[in-house]
């Protein structure tokens, strides 16, 4: 039986079956994180790209993009948030900065897309990207991304010093 393909939270609209993201991982994430206060394995390989809501030209076409999108590939999910909000320049870590919001916004959301590899990372972000503006609906050249979440930073340090950041986490 398929999951439920969209639900909501206070905070945020979830959308995607989520065939390849292991139940619990998110739970076993932070049972790991607080028992050794290191990044576990699951943060390091837990990208998320950042689509802003204010470098999209028609926010509602693009996020019904990828409720399309979603439908079509069952490993596509992600989230976005129901508000927008104030968000601390010190919070937007991500990577390229050019994918960030104009500095003079003052209240934005943000689309997030889960992925669990760098290659994976890589390559929906080129795709995302050519399919967003081929369809006039992104106004950037880049899509940024971080790993992990961002409240972990607090915890543990910035995430850009969690892990080699050109490399997934292996077991060894």
Not at 149 to 160: A, H, K, M, R, Y
């Amino acid at each position: 039986m398929r999951r439920q393909y969209t639900f909501e939270n206070e905070h945020w609209v979830f959308f995607g079956y989520r065939t390849d993201w292991e139940p619990g991982r998110c739970d076993r994430c932070y049972q790991r994180l607080y028992a050794t206060l290191k990044p576990p394995p699951e943060a390091i390989n837990c990208w998320k790209l950042e689509i802003f809501f204010s470098n999209c030209t028609d926010l509602e076409a693009v996020k019904q993009y990828f409720l399309d999108a979603g439908r079509k590939d069952s490993t596509l999910h992600g989230k976005w948030l129901k508000q927008e909000m104030e968000i601390p320049p010190d919070k937007l870590t991500s990577m390229p900065a050019a994918g960030h919001p104009d500095p003079d916004v003052k209240r934005e959301g943000a689309i997030l897309i889960y992925t669990t590899s760098i290659a994976e990372r890589d390559a929906r972000r080129a795709k995302i990207l050519a399919d967003l503006k081929a369809r006039g609906l992104y106004k950037k050249d880049a899509i940024s991304s971080r790993r992990g979440c961002v409240n972990l930073d607090e915890i543990i340090g910035p995430w850009t010093e969690w892990y080699d950041l050109e490399q997934d986490y292996t077991e060894q």
